[in-house]
């Protein structure tokens, strides 16, 4: 337990913390005595920096992980999410989130796209683009391919950090691009497992913004909409946090005279992502094979988790 009086005080996003001293300027080339504001967290000035600050306005995050933030008319306590206050006095948040997304598409590439990384080195198309293409001539549902994306446990909907990966259904016929397509369908897939288990807590999503590195990815982004039948807006600017955190910074300084400057001249809109009914309908069939999975293997899983970890502290010599 750490003592309270070791912690700081709690502050609002907006709220003036202190300023910075001599020392720190010194240390950084800021100027002394410019105001410090308390800030946020990283994901909460992801969410800002695409104007999801209205009840029932989604952010998800395509990052190395997969995270959402719900804003909410009120706290909705659940030992299933995370919810907090959010930014300013009276505001409210759901907060849950897959624990790969973007790290599970990098581990692939750096493990199994070999020709399209050395490809990139010498000037050819980016890896990740050149697995999308692969990927995009693969039909939805990867040709009878279910992926488990819990590569490194997972947190929300089913909080298991010993869950693991599964990849079920593969033949000789599969491909790469069949693989790599199927791990984009998984987070689509533990996406809606998390949206839909917002049920149970009377909130639901009304605009939905997406924001992050895998914004880029076309394929990823139609994937996600056809499986959980969202329609996703894509802001203009997806610079991320530090975007959101700028203008916190600028409100809190009073540059920004009011919240309302969001959405008249920080965020607009650049394209719109619509669920394609048809691809909703076959992911609909697939997607009922994924929620029965984790159920039907959470034992073997714990067990594999269990000797892994057994089996290498031996050869290691690492102990418990």
């Known amino acids: 337990m750490v003592p ?12 003036i913390a202190g300023t910075v001293t001599p020392e720190a300027a010194a240390e950084t ?10 800030g946020a967290g990283d994901a909460a000035a992801e969410a800002v920096s695409v104007g999801v600050m209205a009840p029932g306005d989604l952010m998800i995050m395509y990052g ?36 790969t997304s973007g790290s599970l598409t990098k581990w ?15 000037g050819g198309p980016n890896a990740y683009a050149a697995l999308a293409d692969l990927a995009r001539d693969v039909p939805p549902g990867s ?9 490194s446990g997972e947190r929300t909907p ?14 000789l016929r599969h491909t790469r691009g069949h693989l790599y397509r199927s791990l984009l369908e998984a987070t689509a897939y533990g996406a809606r497992h998390n949206l839909e288990s917002l049920g149970s807590l009377g909130a639901a999503a009304k605009r939905v913004v997406a924001v992050g590195g895998g914004v880029r990815n076309e394929l990823w982004l139609q994937i996600m909409s056809d499986v959980t039948g969202q329609r996703q807006i894509v802001p203009e600017k997806a610079v991320g946090a530090s975007y959101g955190d700028a203008f916190l910074a600028g ?29 909703a309908l076959i992911y609909e069939e697939y997607f009922s094979v994924y929620t ?12 594999l988790a269990e000797l892994g970890r057994r089996y290498t502290a031996k050869r290691t010599g690492q102990f418990p």
């Open 251 to 279: 409100l809190a300084a009073g540059i920004i005279p009011s919240i309302d400057a969001l959405h008249r001249k920080w965020v607009t809109t650049e394209r719109i992502i619509e669920p394609n009914p048809a691809n």
């Open 29 to 38: 080339g800021l100027k002394a005595g410019t105001p410090v504001n308390a």
């Open 64 to 99: 190395s992980t997969l995270f959402f933030i719900l804003v909410t008319e009120g706290p909705r306590p659940d030992p299933a999410v995370w919810a907090t206050a959010y930014l300013f006095p009276g505001s409210y948040d759901i907060a849950f989130g897959m624990a």
């Open 143 to 151: 040709d009878g391919l279910v992926t488990l994306p819990y590569f």
């Open 158 to 171: 089913i909080n298991d950090p010993d869950a693991r990966g599964l990849v079920l259904g593969l033949t």
């Open 292 to 303: 029965s999975l984790y159920p039907q293997t959470r034992g073997a899983m714990h067990r």
């Open 108 to 122: 692939f590439r750096d493990e199994l796209a070999g020709y399209e990384v050395l490809a990139e080195r010498a």
């Open 4 to 15: 309270l009086d070791l912690l700081p005080r709690l502050a609002w996003s907006t709220e």
